[in-house]
Each structure stands twice: as C-alpha cells, then as structure tokens.
C-alpha cells in the first residue's frame, strides 16, 4: 500500500515507529491530488509548499521527542473553516479572495497537534445543498461512479477521503452535510452532538444547528479525530463545558444488550429499495453481535423538513447579511450605496443560496414570524421530544443515512424539492441538537454505496463510536475501495 491508502491509526503507528515520516506521506498525498484531482474537483485551494513545511516541522518536533496523535498527518478541511492566510472561500464568488486574518478553533487545535494542511475541499455554496453542485468552482464527483454526485454539502471532503487525497478530513453538518456525503462516498462521517466542537472560525450557515465534525476512512479514525478537536471555548458561547471523553478508549467495547431503536417513521414508502435492504441487513447484522432491537415511534419526523427549511433559512438570511461589499469579499460598484449592496450580493451569490436567504427574510419577515419562525420553534421542540422519549427506551437510534444512492449529477439540481428530501433522514438530528455517525453497510446493484444512520443521547458519541466500529469490523465494508482513475 502507498502512505496516501493508509489511515489515520496506521499512519500514527508508522510514524511513531519511524517506518515512515511525515514528509513522505504528505508527498504521496500532493502526488495522489495532482494525480487524480483535475477531473474530479474535490479541491478548491491545495496547500502544497506549506503542506511539505509544516510536514517538515511535524518531523522535526517527532524528532525532539513529541508524539501527538495528529503529529504529521495530512488532513483536508471544508472551504467554510477559516485557515489563517490561507485562502477560504465558501465555494462562493462573494469570497473569492478571502484570506482570514485569524484561525478557527477546530484547525487550531488541529494546529497545536501538528498536523499537516494539504489543502481546501469543495462544497455546496455556504453549505447549502446535498450534491455539491451549488458551487462556484463547479461540482466535485461520487469516487465510485463519476457520473454521480458525492453528496453535500462536504461533498469534497467525503470525495478526498474515499479518492484517498487526504488521510482523514473535517466538514461540517447542519442537516446532514458530513453523514449524507459520508453515505453517498463510502466513508465514516461524524456529527457531534451540537456544542461539543467549537464554532469558532465556521462561517455561519445556520447557528443553532451547524457542527463540524470528521470524514475519515474508518470508526477508530474518527474517534481520534474527534478527541482533537472536541472541547469547551471561550470563543463561543455555544460550546458546551462537558468534558471530553476518550473517543478511542469506546473502540472494541462489546454491544451486547445494547437495545437498538428502528424508528417506523424512517422507513418510508418511496425510499430505494436497495437501499432498504442494506441497511435492514445492517440491523441483521447487529443482532448477531447482541444488539437488542426494539421498535419505536418518532411521530414528528414527518415535519422535520419543513421545520429545518424555514429555521435553517431564517438563520442564513441573518447570517449572510454581513456579505454586503462593505468590509471584506467581493465588492462590484453601483451608482449609490443600496445599488452597490445589490449589484454585489446579485453576483457574488448562487441560486440556492439567494432562494434561501429570499425564503428567510419571508419567514422572519412583519406578519410572517408567528406563522412560520415561531410555529416552526415550536415543533422542533416537539422533534426533540421524540428523541428524549426514544432514548429511554434504547441506546442507539438506527436508520439509513439517505433514502436514496447518490444520484446522477445534475437529476435534481431544478428540483429544489427533491433535492432537500435527500436528507430527509438526518435533518431530524440537527434540529434536536444530538450526535449521529454514518458508516458503510453496502452497494447497490450498480456499484453505489449505502449507508447506515446510528443516532445517540446528546454527547453520548462513545456508544455511538463503539456500536459503529462493532458493526464495521464485522461487515468489512469499509476495506472496499473505489477505483479512481488518473
């Protein structure tokens, strides 16, 4: 195997034996991107001769006796993280050229570690869709069918992953932006619960439900990836205070008696049938580990959407109005000051993000607000609801993490509809603030692969880590490997 086919643990392991150094595997990696990345676009900006510097740093500090888990690995991270002087550009031409003056707490403390950033991945445009075909730099593809979408919006992140580009990768999920690209990839995707990561430095799409989280090749890689980057900060207030566990330590625990709740609401008429299947396999197979099923009801979820749509948009409309062409991004002249404030947001954003921030400023709008904003706060109380009443009767929720393989591209990009239904079953989630991991259980007939929802008790990510790592050790989906053509 080349050092770019390795993950994070064997690359810690080679490192720390001296088998290999950080500066070699982050030239195979640089190799693989220049390789394969020209036709598939999982990059919107590749750190090369800083990546081979701080290689060569993390090399020197193993030398002199550290040996950080993170300690020269060579890490991607969504276009929505800001990186100190290097170029984040939320896939939008309204921030082209922005260079951040400062660094997100995540890669900061990715930083202190030492890792290695090989570079920007693509995304949906603001993290604003399923497909990563709302990008500005036009749309990344699936490793395991080209003529297919990798999911979004960490459509790049997912791809570079699966492409092997990068050992590992963060995104971030506000209704399912990790799991559902993690899904449609082949990858293991991870939503903390919200607040357990630091959204300090993420540009804000929608704050109460936004979370970064990792994109890696297996369960163990994204419980050391996470206990990186996991932890209170003073620079959001949001951030919660509860301490971190030991991600890695939940790897190889047993699950037997662990009650699993198959929730009828997430088996739908319409959903794939391929798909279907897998993932009732999945729960085959995790009976045959232990695992108790138990049947449950979330009444709710049939509103989870149409809550997430207008609460996620209200917030966007809020958030994105600080790209005005005033203080940073791009700025195109008018004839006065609101001429320059619309000649500029006209071209400096993509469709779905102005049909967002247009179905926001309605929503929030005099009039609106006790119909739409209000009565959607109130049902997504009662979303929540469904989750605290499901875990007391079990441990983990299990679901698909789409109800669909990932579709040809441009299928759905003129059905605003059918697109948001993509991620009809990890929207939920994110409204009711809990953690959730997607992982490998299958293929379609064509190839295509499935994935496998586990839902946890809010900052209870360890079951979810130790359930999903039993279920991948035994089912060995994630030793397949797409073929990725130069």
Same mark, same amino acid.
């Given at each position: 195997?080349?050092?770019?086919?390795?993950?994070?643990?064997?690359?810690?392991?080679?490192?720390?034996?001296?088998?290999?150094?950080?500066?070699?595997?982050?030239?195979?990696?640089?190799?693989?991107?220049?390789?394969?990345?020209?036709?598939?676009?999982?990059?919107?900006?590749?750190?090369?001769?800083?990546?081979?510097?701080?290689?060569?740093?993390?090399?020197?500090?193993?030398?002199?006796?550290?040996?950080?888990?993170?300690?020269?690995?060579?890490?991607?991270?969504?276009?929505?993280?800001?990186?100190?002087?290097?170029?984040?550009?939320?896939?939008?031409?309204?921030?082209?050229?922005?260079?951040?003056?400062?660094?997100?707490?995540?890669?900061?403390?990715?930083?202190?570690?030492?890792?290695?950033?090989?570079?920007?991945?693509?995304?949906?445009?603001?993290?604003?869709?399923?497909?990563?075909?709302?990008?500005?730099?036009?749309?990344?593809?699936?490793?395991?069918?080209?003529?297919?979408?990798?999911?979004?919006?960490?459509?790049?992140?997912?791809?570079?992953?699966?492409?092997?580009?990068?050992?590992?990768?963060?995104?971030?999920?506000?209704?399912?932006?990790?799991?559902?690209?993690?899904?449609?990839?082949?990858?293991?995707?991870?939503?903390?619960?919200?607040?357990?990561?630091?959204?300090?430095?993420? &540009?804000?799409?929608?704050?109460?439900?936004?979370?970064?989280?990792?994109?890696?090749?297996?369960?163990?890689?994204?419980?050391?990836?996470?206990?990186?980057?996991?932890?209170?900060?003073?620079?959001?207030?949001?951030?919660?205070?509860?301490?971190?566990?030991?991600?890695?330590?939940?790897?190889?625990?047993?699950?037997?008696?662990?009650?699993?709740?198959?929730?009828?609401?997430?088996?739908?008429?319409?959903?794939?049938?391929?798909?279907?299947?897998?993932?009732?396999?999945?729960?085959?197979?995790?009976?045959?580990?232990?695992?108790?099923?138990?049947?449950?009801?979330?009444?709710?979820?049939?509103?989870? &959407?149409?809550?997430?749509?207008?609460?996620?948009?209200?917030?966007?409309?809020?958030?994105?109005?600080?790209?005005?062409?005033?203080?940073?991004?791009?700025?195109?002249?008018?004839?006065?000051?609101?001429?320059?404030?619309?000649?500029?947001?006209?071209?400096?954003?993509?469709?779905?993000?102005?049909?967002?921030?247009?179905?926001?400023?309605?929503?929030?709008?005099?009039?609106?607000?006790?119909?739409?904003?209000?009565?959607?706060?109130?049902?997504?109380?009662?979303?929540?609801?469904?989750?605290?009443?499901?875990?007391?009767?079990?441990?983990?929720?299990?679901?698909?993490?789409?109800?669909?393989?990932?579709?040809?591209?441009?299928?759905?990009?003129?059905?605003?509809?059918?697109?948001?239904?993509?991620?009809?079953?990890?929207?939920?989630?994110?409204?009711?603030?809990?953690?959730?991991?997607?992982?490998?259980?299958?293929?379609?007939?064509?190839?295509?692969?499935?994935?496998?929802?586990?839902?946890?008790?809010?900052?209870?990510?360890?079951?979810?880590?130790?359930?999903?790592?039993?279920?991948?050790?035994?089912?060995?989906?994630?030793?397949?490997?797409?073929? &990725?053509?130069?």
């Amino acid at each position: 195997m080349k050092p770019y086919e390795k993950n994070i643990s064997e690359c810690r392991d080679m490192l720390r034996s001296g088998e290999v150094s950080s500066v070699e595997i982050t030239k195979s990696v640089l190799e693989r991107i220049a390789e394969v990345d020209g036709r598939l676009n999982a990059f919107i900006t590749v750190n090369g001769e800083a990546a081979l510097a701080q290689a060569e740093a993390a090399d020197r500090r193993r030398a002199g006796g550290e040996s950080a888990p993170l300690l020269g690995i060579p890490l991607a991270i969504k276009d929505n993280l800001c990186t100190q002087g290097v170029r984040t550009t939320c896939a939008s031409k309204i921030l082209d050229n922005f260079i951040p003056p400062y660094e997100s707490t995540a890669t900061a403390l990715l930083a202190k570690q030492g890792y290695v950033l090989v570079g920007k991945t693509n995304m949906d445009e603001f993290a604003m869709g399923s497909s990563t075909e709302n990008s500005a730099f036009g749309p990344s593809k699936n490793p395991w069918n080209t003529e297919c979408a990798p999911g979004g919006s960490s459509g790049g992140s997912a791809f570079a992953v699966a492409a092997d580009e990068c050992i590992a990768a963060l995104g971030s999920d506000t209704g399912g932006s990790i799991r559902q690209p993690a899904a449609f990839c082949g990858v293991v995707g991870m939503k903390p619960t919200y607040g357990r990561v630091s959204r300090y430095g993420l &540009v804000a799409f929608a704050s109460s439900l936004d979370q970064i989280g990792p994109i890696t090749k297996t369960v163990k890689d994204a419980a050391i990836l996470l206990s990186a980057i996991a932890g209170p900060d003073s620079h959001d207030s949001t951030c919660a205070a509860n301490p971190v566990a030991d991600y890695e330590a939940a790897i190889g625990r047993e699950i037997k008696g662990l009650k699993i709740g198959i929730p009828r609401q997430y088996f739908i008429e319409g959903m794939d049938a391929e798909v279907e299947g897998s993932v009732k396999s999945a729960i085959a197979q995790l009976e045959s580990l232990g695992a108790v099923p138990v049947e449950i009801e979330m009444p709710h979820t049939d509103y989870a &959407v149409a809550t997430y749509y207008l609460i996620a948009t209200s917030e966007a409309s809020s958030n994105l109005a600080r790209f005005d062409g005033v203080r940073y991004g791009a700025r195109v002249k008018g004839d006065d000051l609101i001429d320059m404030y619309r000649k500029t947001r006209s071209a400096g954003f993509g469709a779905e993000v102005k049909r967002r921030i247009m179905l926001g400023t309605y929503a929030l709008s005099s009039g609106y607000y006790d119909a739409y904003y209000l009565k959607a706060q109130k049902v997504r109380t009662l979303i929540k609801q469904d989750f605290d009443m499901a875990f007391k009767q079990v441990d983990v929720v299990v679901c698909p993490t789409s109800p669909m393989p990932p579709f040809r591209i441009g299928d759905k990009i003129d059905d605003p509809l059918q697109m948001y239904l993509a991620d009809i079953f990890t929207i939920a989630l994110n409204l009711a603030g809990g953690p959730g991991i997607s992982v490998p259980c299958g293929f379609t007939s064509s190839g295509l692969p499935v994935g496998l929802q586990l839902m946890g008790r809010p900052f209870d990510e360890e079951t979810l880590f130790s359930a999903a790592h039993a279920y991948e050790q035994s089912a060995g989906w994630t030793s397949r490997k797409p073929e &990725v053509a130069a």
